[in-house]
């Protein structure tokens, strides 16, 4: 399956979201202190300055602009990053591990490969077709 890969600032710009939102989470934006004291805690922090400067309007917080910056700057590449992750895990992960690495299928052909190269003395120029010969059996 061939996916579009989400570019990095859309994976930073979602990281950067998600770590506002955990700290948010910890207060009630609504509550004027709690809000004034969360912005004081962040104002170094450009990245969560761009987004408090957005959910906020003359009175303190408000949950449309709050809502606003999601659909303005997150809503569009959340899923594309997920969804992402989700094709590459499915289609070059192991299911049957806890952790990232490469299924059993991918990882034989790249054991077979660093076999095949450690045992060429000098790889000739069209190594592709003498690979495809020697590996015809595992593609």
């Known amino acids: 399956m061939r996916m579009a890969k989400a570019p ?4 930073d ?22 809000w004034n004291r969360f912005k004081k805690d962040w104002e170094e922090e ?8 957005h959910c906020q309007d003359d009175q303190g917080f408000t949950w449309e602009y709050y809502m606003d910056y999601y659909q303005s700057y997150i809503s569009h590449i959340h899923m594309r990053v997920i969804l ?8 070059a992960c192991d ?14 052909l790249l054991d077979g490969l660093a076999k095949f190269v450690e045992n060429q003395k000098d790889i000739p120029p069209d190594y592709n077709q003498i690979i495809s010969e020697n590996f015809k059996d595992l593609i």
């Open 8 to 11: 990095q600032e859309h994976v």
């Open 13 to 34: 710009r979602l990281r950067r979201w998600m770590q506002f939102n955990d700290e948010l989470c910890k207060i009630d934006p609504t509550n004027h202190f709690e």
């Open 46 to 53: 450009e990245d969560f300055n761009k987004i408090i400067k």
């Open 84 to 91: 992402g992750y989700e094709v590459l895990v499915e289609n």
């Open 95 to 108: 299911p049957d591990l806890d952790y990232l690495e490469f299924n059993p299928e991918i990882r034989n």
